[in-house]
């Protein structure tokens, strides 16, 4: 397999690789730019969600993502997220209904949320489901999680505040 260098764009720097035809973008974020805390190493088959990343602002699943088909896009893993809208939101969201425990699928599940909420900003029940199906979590059962989304879309489209009165919550 022939080697080739190739600039990609990742949370915002242009980095230069090395890849093959086989190489992976999950193989690139975490061993050549060691992604590591964001970008899961959790089943290489696309089963887990574990390794989302935004390409150009989609959801992907880095781990069966030839890296040499993407030269020039725009790779996004959670820790160039962290200046970004909603992302605060949505992590305090997490935060308040439980949604994180060992925080394994996490990363994947933030992100899959916030590609959700900037498509749609008031999911229904259902499509909060579809979204998160392809993100597997062994430790929540799922419900805090859904809690945490509506939660995280209640204070996008209204504020904290009103999040927090739509609960009950005080602070
Ligand atoms: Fe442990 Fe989801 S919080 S896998």
Redesign the pocket.
Same mark, same amino acid.
């Given at each position: 397999m022939t080697a080739k260098i190739l600039s990609l764009n990742v949370n915002g720097r242009d980095e230069t690789i090395l890849c093959d035809g086989l190489t992976t973008l999950q193989e690139v974020l975490r061993d050549q730019l060691g992604l590591l805390t964001s970008v899961k190493d959790g089943c290489t088959q696309g089963g887990c969600g574990s390794c989302s990343v935004l390409v150009d602002g989609e959801l992907w699943l880095s781990c069966l993502a030839p890296v040499a088909a993407l030269a020039g896009r725009a790779v996004m893993t959670l820790e160039g997220l962290k200046q970004s809208a909603g992302i605060a939101a949505i992590q305090q969201s997490f935060i308040d209904n439980s949604a994180?425990?060992?925080?394994? #699928? /996490?990363p994947g599940m933030i992100l899959t949320v916030k590609a959700l909420l900037d498509a749609n900003p008031e999911p229904s029940h259902d499509e909060i489901l579809e979204a998160l199906s392809g993100n597997l979590?062994? #430790? /929540?059962g799922y419900l805090p999680i859904v809690e945490a989304v509506k939660d995280a879309a209640a204070r996008l489209s209204g504020g904290a505040d009103a999040a927090r009165a739509s609960e009950g919550r005080e602070g």
């Amino acid at each position: 397999m022939t080697a080739k260098i190739l600039s990609l764009n990742v949370n915002g720097r242009d980095e230069t690789i090395l890849c093959d035809g086989l190489t992976t973008l999950q193989e690139v974020l975490r061993d050549q730019l060691g992604l590591l805390t964001s970008v899961k190493d959790g089943c290489t088959q696309g089963g887990c969600g574990s390794c989302s990343v935004l390409v150009d602002g989609e959801l992907w699943l880095s781990c069966l993502a030839p890296v040499a088909a993407l030269a020039g896009r725009a790779v996004m893993t959670l820790e160039g997220l962290k200046q970004s809208a909603g992302i605060a939101a949505i992590q305090q969201s997490f935060i308040d209904n439980s949604a994180a425990q060992c925080g394994f #699928c /996490t990363p994947g599940m933030i992100l899959t949320v916030k590609a959700l909420l900037d498509a749609n900003p008031e999911p229904s029940h259902d499509e909060i489901l579809e979204a998160l199906s392809g993100n597997l979590c062994r #430790c /929540t059962g799922y419900l805090p999680i859904v809690e945490a989304v509506k939660d995280a879309a209640a204070r996008l489209s209204g504020g904290a505040d009103a999040a927090r009165a739509s609960e009950g919550r005080e602070g």
